[in-house]
């Protein structure tokens, strides 16, 4: 996680002028502006819009997000979820510009945070506006954490570093925010170390660092993937509850459909490197509109369904993202293709039966199409 | 699940522990003294029916993969007996041994590390035939063309290296390899949890048929109630080492008597937002407890719902529950059981289910 993607060569003029660079009083006092309540003009948080991000490597041109597009609204859960490797976490880190180049590079797009394209930011400014207004939360908390520094000095040096408070202030901060995370005695652990920590433990104090700085924006990619189911409700239901209090928008990547049905408003389905269905929760699950959710979702038992005979699955592997086909990428896989799914690209595309901003990539359920 | 067919005059349960224990030392200080145990396994009667799968799910750390592997003798006991087809394992000699492993083998979860890298496809299930003298020359080829054929892979993938192979393909390899000394009984150790999603079901799939053709017996482990609960005639759940509820699926899903099992099932996130929204959930507080030093009492009692409900009562501190039936071919170690049975915390009935949307 390291090196700042920068902003593509054809960037025009930066939203913040030059001279203004947020280390000076004047670009401190245009970040604290982002975030401003009576200068939204009913625009959302976060508009992504046709992001692609290539990498490239000896075997060619990896095309892990093409052309992804979609919105977050101001204190909204919203899932990505899709399979191993469909382009979640780069995406996420897209919008975060915290995708490293070389081999990556993002080839187009905007992403527009509340307001601002952040592609058209120096790194230095992306930098402040990133630990000021966007945290994050990865999978691998050990990874992200240092095993050197205490737990304490980790939050509080994030706060400092963020909020200009005081050292005593800041140590207060790291407390407040650990018993906010649900860590009991919090005052006694800011000294402990990071493997001083269970696993859910270790993910709370990853939560607390995202939040040390009150961000907009809390992006959490499979923060629960490596713990126990039990474990994984306590997280989830942090999550929950302090979105609703702080009234933060979250962007929560992961691959259980469960997870997703239960905490987000909106969710995306990817799948190699594309958006392919998006939507309120309850159509993305009630009346999926392109195959491959439908059989992601019957693909797994489930808990509320009685079992018996054999599960329906998806047969194939996921395609290489090293020049993927032009066309429907799901087509080798999918029960329904038919000629023109090999031939051209399905768009997505509104579903306007359906709730609000309802959209799927399939020939097959376009207006006139053959799947009922 | 189709009924399960036992070959005839072959009563009696293939896999059996009893009392079965566990504990690996605690080291410390310059001269590496023992400072005390982690009880990994403490205690674990089950038995299991020839052609019968038994599941096995609860929190990381509680001992299943343990119990598993101690079961087939691939980690040794530190009290209790294992048996396999009426006899005791510890008393077999090294060479009863080796003829008796043949019969039971074990599917590793990461289907990256249980791959030797350096070894083509053919030559990966090839191996055991060869150790236990299986066959040789153009038999043995066959065996493995007939093989990878069987998982669903097509045998010119036998010249090839594991890197050359997705995931599920790679666990395939695993299973083919299992399946290679014509075992009766397979621990299956998390097998499809470091898959994808879409793949998770083509193994699952492939393993409920290889059930069905060769009638064999699993271990079933697994994190995911949902899936076990797909594969399992009966399912058992451990927490720290200890078996605390056993019973027929069906039966324990539906009416599970362990507040333990409450709080697994109830954690499970359900794929509709409408089932979702509905639920009820018991959170457990807190983390597990160190194996090392189990609480007194009910080894549960510092995380349990249903005694924080009750007022705490004293027995649950002091007093370690015995494994009780509580119902037909049902067994759980609870004092309050009959209270448990009767909450209905956790439990998703597919009734309460919005009916899917039929396109
Ligand atoms: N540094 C890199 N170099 C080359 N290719 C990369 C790099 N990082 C990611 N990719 C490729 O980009 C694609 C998308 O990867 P990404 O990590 O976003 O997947 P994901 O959806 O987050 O998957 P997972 O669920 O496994 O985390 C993959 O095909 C991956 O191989
Ligand atoms: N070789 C070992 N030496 C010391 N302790 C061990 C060893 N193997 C396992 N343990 C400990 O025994 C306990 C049970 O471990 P085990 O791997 O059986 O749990 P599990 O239920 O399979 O967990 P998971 O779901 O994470 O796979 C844990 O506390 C573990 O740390
Ligand atoms: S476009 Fe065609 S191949 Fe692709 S998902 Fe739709 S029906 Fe299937
Ligand atoms: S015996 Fe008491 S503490 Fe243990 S599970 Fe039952 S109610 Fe809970
Ligand atoms: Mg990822
Ligand atoms: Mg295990």
């Known amino acids: 996680m390291s090196g700042d993607g920068g902003a593509p060569a054809t960037a025009a003029e930066p939203r913040l002028p030059e001279a203004a660079h947020i280390s000076t009083p004047e670009g401190r006092r245009l970040v604290a502006q982002i975030g401003d309540e009576a200068d939204r003009h009913g625009r959302k948080l976060l508009e992504v819009r046709n992001l692609s991000t290539q990498f490239f490597t000896p075997d060619g041109v990896v095309h892990a997000v093409d052309e992804v597009d979609f919105d977050l609204d101001y204190g909204e859960t919203l899932g990505l979820v899709g399979e191993s490797g469909c382009g979640k976490s780069v995406t996420a880190l897209s919008i975060a510009r915290l995708v490293a180049e070389p081999p990556g590079r993002i080839v187009g ?22 630990g000021r207004r966007i945290g994050f939360v990865f999978q691998d908390p050990m990874s992200s954490l240092n095993p050197t520094m205490t737990v304490g000095r980790q939050i509080s040096e994030s706060a400092a570093a963020h909020l200009g408070l005081s050292r005593p202030a800041a140590s207060t901060r790291a407390a407040d925010l ?82 997703a049905a239960g905490m987000c408003q909106r969710v995306c389905v990817m799948y190699a490197g594309r958006i392919v269905e998006r939507g309120l929760v309850d159509d993305i699950f009630g009346r999926p509109r392109m195959p491959y959710t439908r059989a992601l979702l019957d693909s797994r038992p489930r808990l509320d369904v009685e079992p018996g005979g054999r599960l329906r699955t998806i047969e194939g592997f996921p395609p290489d993202l090293v020049d993927p086909r032009p066309a429907c990428r799901f087509a080798p896989r999918c029960a329904h293709r038919r000629a023109v799914c090999d031939e051209a690209k399905p768009d997505l595309t509104p579903r306007p039966a359906d709730g609000e901003g309802h959209a799927a990539r399939c020939w097959g359920t376009e207006a006139g199409g053959w799947i009922p | ?96 041994l080796r003829r008796l492993r043949r019969r039971m083998q074990i599917i590793f979860q990461d ?50 290296y594991p890197h050359e192979f997705s995931g599920g393909q790679r666990q395939r390899i695993g299973v083919a390899r299992a399946l290679a000394v014509e075992p009766e009984f397979i621990v299956c150790d998390e097998p499809i949890s470091a898959l994808d999603v879409s793949i998770q079901g083509q193994v699952l799939n492939l393993l409920i048929d290889l059930r069905r053709e060769l009638g064999l017996t699993y271990l079933f482990i697994a994190h995911d109630l949902a899936v076990v609960r797909h594969v399992s005639d009966r399912v058992g759940v451990m927490y720290l080492g200890r078996l605390v509820e056993i019973g027929a ?111």
């Not at chain 2, 993969?65 to 005791?88: C, N, Q, V």
Request: proline share 8%.
């Open chain 2, 1 to 96: 699940m189709d009924p399960v067919t036992h070959p005839a005059g072959a009563a009696g349960p293939l896999v059996e522990a009893d009392g079965l224990m566990v504990h690996f030392p605690i080291l410390g200080g310059i001269l590496q003294r023992r400072r005390g145990s982690v009880r990994a396994v403490d205690g674990v009667s089950l038995s299991i029916q020839r052609g019968e799968t038994v599941g096995l799910v609860g929190e990381s750390g509680c001992g299943k993969s343990t119990l598993g592997r101690a079961m087939i003798k691939l980690r040794e006991p530190t009290g209790g007996s294992a048996r396999f087809d009426g006899r005791d394992l510890a008393r077999l000699s090294a060479r009863e």
């Open chain 2, 249 to 359: 699926s069906r039966r324990v899903y539906a009416l599970p008597a362990h507040p333990d099992t409450r709080a697994l099932l109830s954690a499970v996130p359900v794929a509709d937002p409408a089932v979702e929204r509905r639920r009820r959930r018991v959170i457990l507080a807190g983390d597990v407890p160190s194996p090392a030093n189990p609480p007194p009492g009910c080894r549960f009692h510092t995380r349990c719902w249903l005694y924080e409900r009750l007022g705490r009562p004293e027995n649950c501190r002091t007093v370690e529950p015995e494994l009780r039936p509580v119902g037909a071919d049902q067994r759980a170690a609870c004092h309050y059981a009959e209270a448990a049975l009767t909450s209905d915390v956790g439990v998703v009935r597919p009734a309460d289910a919005a009916p899917r949307d039929a396109h």
């Open chain 1, 178 to 259: 650990l018993s906010m995370v649900g860590i009991p005695r919090p005052a006694d652990r800011l000294g402990d170390y990071p493997h001083q920590f269970s696993g859910g433990m270790r993910q709370r104090v990853m939560i607390a660092i995202a939040l040390a700085c009150d961000p907009m924006l809390l992006i959490a990619d499979e923060p629960t993937t490596a713990l126990d189911v039990t474990v994984q409700a306590q997280i989830m239901e942090l999550l929950r509850s302090l979105s609703e209090r702080l009234r933060t928008a979250v962007l929560l990547i992961t691959h259980d459909l469960g997870i």
């Open chain 1, 109 to 130: 797009g905007e992403v527009v945070f509340d307001g601002i394209d952040l592609l058209r930011l120096s790194s230095e400014e992306m930098r402040l506006l990133r």
């Open chain 2, 111 to 160: 289907p990256y590390g249980s791959l030797d890298p350096r070894m083509s496809v053919g030559d990966i299930v090839a191996e055991p035939i060869q150790t236990h003298r299986l066959a040789s020359g153009r038999a043995k080829h066959e065996r493995v063309r007939e093989l990878l054929r069987l998982v669903g892979l097509d045998p010119v993938f036998a010249a090839r």
